[in-house]
């Protein structure tokens, strides 16, 4: 089954070596079926059978389908699954875990999607369980942020007392192994307005993201956001190195200081801290890569548009590159992919303009590889926006997908994009902004392709179009392509 994590392994290289589809072949896809999804935001990377592609639908839950007809063959109702679907084998039974934001990660029997439990860790009351988590061997790594970010635009709502945060919960059971909150301190009273409502910090810093895992170091890595209101912590914007038996923090690395914010600063609301940060946390997870030598680096790509790389045993940086202007969207956004064969790191490059959180200098919008040794550039694939319109930026938000010759990309203009890996030239391209037939009969059309980005296995590529959650042009395609018989 693929994938077996986030990343397509446990260092999150987003590296898919099962693939039939190369610079050979590539021109050859084509549209095999198209689901029509409930939601217009779809943010759930599928994971791939034999015979099912399982999927989370933010507007219904999680869907099997048949790999060859896209029919439906069981459904899990959930509202608000954000995560990828992920599984663990035990002897002959297959068990599938989804994060369902706002309730925690559920366990589902593979067979017929029954719930065999749900896990709410760690001590947050209004949590958010936005990253995939991490599957490895009878454990489960949680990334855990908070709903304050948003609750904060209440000018009744006492801003803010939550902590992100990791847990390690069992497998088998969802049983706590451990919690490790990324702000140690607890909030006190910082303020009072209203002679009513009393205001709270610090907060914030919370994990968006997947993890990492590197087992011969016995570390999980994952980078932190932004503080939700003063005082400032220094483990905001950070990438935190922990150990995985216990949780107890190896290294941090803070990146941005003094990075507070929350959604009332987007309309001038009261919780707005006086100080305003850049809002340019590390949404997309940490990547191990190998240098030419053997040694590893640990790269982390942040909404900064900077992409910073780090000894991992010490958190000490070895270069730092900043290849777009960065902003609250990005910068890099979603994530990074590594070829280590090809000594490169890809970056997408979102530099879409977001008023006063938009990052300084020219935008750069598009995919840049960069020497994973010295962080030099060796090409940019530079993308147009289509029209002049917002909403049809054509800057890279979504994750990215690597094979050993290709790079797959999903833009903010809804073009899908095969680029070859040696030298960025695109080798096969589908534009989602059309209306399409399902196996569903559900009306759909696809949009902005945001968030997971696209999948690979065997001889398919399949790819999520449509996210409004800022504005983009909604969508709700589920496209599934193949290769030709023959092609593969």
Not at 24 to 38: D, I, P, T
Not at 137 to 145: G, Q
Request: a negative charge; proline letters at 6%.
């Amino acid at each position: 089954m693929e994938p077996a994590s986030w990343g397509l392994d446990t260092h999150n290289t987003r590296l898919q070596i099962n693939s039939a589809i190369d610079v050979g072949n590539v021109s050859g896809l084509q549209l095999k079926w198209v689901y029509g999804l409930a939601g217009n935001i779809p943010r759930s990377f599928p994971l791939v059978s034999e015979d099912t592609i399982f999927i989370g639908d933010a507007g219904f839950g999680v869907v099997a389908l048949d790999r060859e007809s896209g029919c439906v063959r069981w459904t899990y109702e959930a509202q608000g699954i954000a995560s990828a679907i992920l599984y663990r084998r035990n002897n002959n039974d297959v068990t599938l875990y989804a994060t369902i934001r706002e309730k925690g990660i559920v366990a589902l029997d593979a067979v017929d999607g029954m719930q065999l439990w749900l896990s709410a860790p760690g001590d947050n009351p209004i949590p958010m369980y936005s990253g995939t988590p991490l599957v490895y061997a009878d454990d489960i790594f949680v990334p855990l942020s908070s709903a304050e970010v948003g609750l904060a635009m209440s000018p009744f709502y006492g801003c803010c007392e939550t902590s992100g945060g990791m847990a390690s919960i069992s497998a088998s059971t969802g049983e706590t192994n451990w919690y490790t909150r990324t702000i140690r301190e607890q909030p006190e009273i910082t303020g009072r307005r209203w002679l009513f409502i009393e205001t709270h910090g610090p907060s914030g810093a919370p994990v968006w993201s997947a993890p990492m895992l590197d087992p011969k170091r016995g570390l999980l890595f994952f980078g932190t956001g932004q503080n939700y209101s003063l005082p400032a912590s220094n483990t905001s914007d950070a990438i935190f190195a922990v150990n995985v038996h216990d949780g107890s923090t190896r290294w941090i690395r803070q990146f941005t200081k003094d990075d507070v914010y929350n959604l009332a600063c987007n309309v001038g609301l009261p919780n707005c801290p006086d100080t305003v940060g850049p809002d340019v946390d590390f949404g997309a997870p940490p990547v191990l890569a190998t240098l030419p030598d053997g040694r590893e680096i640990l790269l982390a790509g942040q909404k900064s548009g900077h992409v910073h790389a780090m000894n991992p045993d010490t958190g000490d940086v070895v270069w730092q590159r900043k290849p777009g202007r960065g902003g609250a969207l990005g910068g890099v956004h979603w994530g990074l992919a590594v070829n280590n064969q090809l000594s490169l790191v890809f970056v997408p490059i979102s530099d879409i303009w977001t008023g006063g959180l938009t990052g300084k200098g020219e935008p750069a919008p598009g995919l840049h590889a960069l020497d994973i040794e010295t962080g030099e550039t060796r090409w940019y694939h530079m993308r147009k926006s289509r029209c002049a319109e917002l909403f049809c930026w054509g800057g890279i938000s979504a994750a990215i997908t690597a094979t050993t010759d290709l790079v797959f990309i999903g833009s903010m203009d809804g073009m899908i994009e095969a680029v070859s890996a040696e030298s960025g030239k695109v080798l096969w391209k589908h534009d989602t902004w059309q209306k399409y037939t399902t196996i569903n009969g559900v009306e759909t059309e696809g949009g902005a392709i945001d968030a997971h980005g696209p999948m690979l296995v065997d001889d398919l590529l399949i790819v999520s179009s449509g996210y409004a959650s800022y504005g983009q042009k909604p969508g709700n395609a589920l496209l599934v392509f193949k290769l030709p018989e023959g092609d593969q």
